[in-house]
């Protein structure tokens, strides 16, 4: 499957963002996407996961409460609704994709988990 990341951008503490990540392919459903990111000098942390259906969903504790993914998979497309930014949350942002028919997702959270990537998208918070 073939990613592309969008919804980057410049935002103030406290806003909001939404990215995008569209998958090519006709068995989206199949997978268990998750968002990555990683800051400058710093290495690639997991986001967040979302299971094959969108009914199970798992967090890292830094954007618990604040990150919503979601997926539509009549569009092959995952989101990261992204509410009340911080500066600490910049940085360029990845989805991934993992063949996984019919599962949450739950366990996937290491970027060796995930075998397909997108190019990212930068977020930028400012103070």
């Known amino acids: 499957v073939q990613l592309q990341a969008s919804g980057g951008g410049l935002v103030q503490a406290g806003g909001s963002l939404r990215l995008s990540c569209a998958a090519s392919?006709?068995?989206?459903?199949?997978?268990?996407m998750g968002w990555f990111r990683q800051a400058p000098g710093k290495e690639r942390e997991f986001v967040a996961s979302?299971?094959?259906?969108?009914?199970?969903?798992y967090y890292a504790d830094s954007v618990k409460g604040r990150f919503t993914i979601s997926r539509d998979n009549a569009k092959n497309t995952v989101y990261l609704q992204m509410n009340s930014l911080k500066p600490e949350d910049t940085a360029v942002y990845y989805c991934?994709?993992?063949?996984?028919?019919?599962?949450?997702?739950?366990?996937?959270?290491?970027?060796?988990?995930?075998?397909?990537w997108g190019q990212g998208t930068l977020v930028t918070v400012s103070s």
């Open positions: 991934a994709a993992r063949f996984s028919p019919y599962s949450t997702g739950i366990q996937y959270t290491g970027s060796s988990d995930f075998s397909s």
């Open positions: 392919g006709r068995t989206f459903s199949s997978y268990v």
């Open positions: 979302i299971g094959w259906n969108g009914y199970s969903t």
